[in-house]
């Protein structure tokens, strides 16, 4: 029997703004958005009750780590995407550091089958670049579920590295995968590894990883992008001095943020959370917090992202230098956002072009977008819905949020993903094996309608 879900009564939000409408779904894609109150031809299955919800697209999570294989003592696709639905994700995009990492294509089908096993929500999986794996990211837009190229100036967890001008104006002019990457400044972090080796606590991690680490790094890969002439999107940036680079390249190159760096600052966030704010590129002073909202408010901005990057409280607790670099963060990211739109410091329709309708035009995605045609991936909010983020509460292997105690206002309570209620009410639905119809891997790059809000 074919599949029909109606939601009834919501108010449907875009960046465009927001209406009163039903959705009526058919098996993973939006059939058509009515006019409440009018009667829709044809069976339907269910009827969701949106009434006094905020309906929006999915959330599409552009960077997370989920660290399987090889290090599932700190997550799991399997936590990682429970995680990311009950915090209204739908889609996440995965991180090569694994281990072994993803290099290769048979790596990326090896987590391509585990996530189809194991997944909660839609997925996609970064291929990470090498000194000598450019036959590999050639090939690999050709594999479905391979949502782009990741590449690490800077080390940071795991092995992969590549900072040779030579090898990354090659892959630059060889390769059509949208790129991401870290951005901090490998030579500049060896030569100052003194910073860190006689660190007195983990407040020295930003006078280690500095502005200058960040910056010198940037601006090296913009000048090499625009010589090749190729976009490049830079991940989690942490300086105003970024933002305001950033702002004049924005033909070629985008970036994105992530909800710590718009929260958390220093020294409190250290003082507070010891090693727990740990992360790279690290959480600056409240100056660069500052410049990261305006890059938001004025658009230099384009994606924010949760850089979901688990680690064990046991292994978080060793002291500065021997504690790991990452901050959890793929459920909290929607509550804690909703909650700025909550304050009235971002407005919902501004959030929903960064968390969905961005990340689906940059990875070309058929997602992102509430209208006919579009897959089915939709998130109830219940805008008045308080909620205390609780260590316990965390789906993660990892099992702790920085945010812990924060009372947010702003709730996804119901989601659905490819047309299947895979929540409802906070209720999660069991994992059905029956969830992986085609388009749940991402695929091979569909062509992106216009929205009709
Ligand atoms: O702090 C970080 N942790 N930054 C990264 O880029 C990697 C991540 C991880 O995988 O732990």
Redesign the pocket.
């Known amino acids: 029997m074919t599949t029909r879900l109606m939601i009834k009564g919501g108010v449907v939000w875009s960046s465009g703004g927001h209406h009163r409408k039903d959705i009526i779904t058919c098996e993973h894609v939006i059939e058509e958005l009515r006019d409440p109150g009018s009667v829709p031809t044809g069976e339907i299955t269910e009827v969701i009750d949106a009434q006094g919800y905020w309906v929006m697209p999915g959330v599409i999570d552009s960077q997370v780590?989920f660290r399987e294989p090889g290090l599932e003592h700190k997550e799991t696709l399997k936590t990682g995407s429970l995680g990311a639905l009950l915090g209204g994700v739908t889609t996440f995009l995965e991180?090569p550091?694994t281990s072994p990492s993803t290099t290769s294509k048979a790596a990326l089908e090896d987590k391509l089958e585990r996530a189809r096993r194991s997944s909660y929500t839609n997925y996609g999986f970064f291929i990470g670049a090498t000194k000598d794996n450019l036959v590999s990211l050639k090939e690999a837009h050709q594999i479905p579920g391979c949502c782009g190229i990741k590449i690490?100036l800077g080390s940071?967890?795991?092995d992969l590295l590549l900072y040779d001008p030579q090898v990354l104006e090659n892959i630059f002019l060889n390769t059509t995968l949208p790129i991401s990457i870290?951005s901090e400044d490998e030579t500049r972090l060896r030569e100052r590894r003194n910073l860190r080796d006689n660190a007195q606590s983990v407040h020295d991690h930003e006078r280690w990883r500095d502005r200058e680490t960040a910056l010198r790094s940037t601006k090296m890969v913009v000048e090499l992008a625009k010589k090749c002439g190729r976009k490049i999107h830079i991940l989690?940036i942490s300086t105003k001095d970024e933002i305001n680079f950033l702002s004049q390249h924005q033909d070629l190159i985008s970036c994105e943020v992530t909800p710590q760096h718009l929260t958390l600052f220093a020294p409190d966030c250290y003082d507070q959370l010891g090693t727990l704010a740990?992360?790279?590129p690290p959480i600056r002073s409240i100056d660069h917090q500052d410049g990261l909202w305006q890059g938001i408010f004025d658009r230099t901005v384009k994606i924010i992202g949760s850089?979901h990057?688990p680690?064990t409280l046991a292994e978080k607790s060793v002291p500065y230098p021997g504690s790991?670099?990452?901050?959890t963060g793929v459920q909290t990211m929607l509550p804690l956002m909703l909650n700025y739109v909550s304050q009235k410091k971002l407005s919902l329709p501004r959030l929903i072009e960064l968390i969905c309708e961005n990340p689906a035009r940059h990875f070309a995605f058929n997602k992102g977008f509430i209208a006919p045609g579009y897959d089915a991936d939709l998130v109830l909010i219940n805008p008045q819905k308080q909620l205390t983020l609780k260590n316990e509460d965390m789906a993660s292997q990892s099992a702790w949020t920085p945010f812990h105690g924060l009372r947010v206002t702003g709730c996804p309570d119901t989601v659905i993903i490819g047309g299947k209620v895979a929540m409802k009410n906070r209720q999660v639905m069991e994992l059905a094996t029956d969830m992986s119809y085609l388009n749940r891997a991402i695929g091979p790059r569909p062509a992106i309608r216009k929205p009709i809000l």
Not at 324 to 327: D, F, H, L, N, V
């Open positions: 780590h991180m550091n690490f940071s967890t795991g870290h989690h740990q992360m790279n850089d990057a680690h790991p670099s990452g901050i």
